[in-house]
């Protein structure tokens, strides 16, 4: 069973690297966030129509709310397992 909750970061912000390239320094505002009954959340490019990012090992119980922080860098989820996990999304892994 998935239970399903979707939350989209703001526009996407683009920063320069040090050559010069224009890099994604957000998920991006294409990318909506999917908690599930498994603790699982999914990150999902609409424009792409693919799986961006698996966030796993941070809840053992349902995902009931999830939040991206005002840059769009950062998401984080509240289960019941009673835990508040703050997630790179960028990278999609736990931010310690």
Excluded at 50 to 64: A, C, D, R, T
Aim: hydrophobic share 35%; with cysteine.
């Amino acid at each position: 069973m998935l239970s399903v909750f979707l939350q989209s970061p703001n526009k996407g912000k683009k920063r320069k690297s040090v050559n010069g390239e224009e890099k994604e320094s957000s998920a991006g505002s294409d990318v909506v966030a999917l908690g599930t009954v498994s603790g699982t959340i999914l990150l999902y490019s609409l424009n792409r129509s693919e799986l961006v990012h698996q966030l796993s090992g941070g809840h053992s119980e349902k995902v009931h709310s999830l939040c991206w922080n005002h840059d769009g860098t950062s998401l984080f989820s509240a289960s019941s397992d009673k835990k508040i996990v703050e997630w790179n999304a960028v990278k999609g892994v736990i931010k310690r």
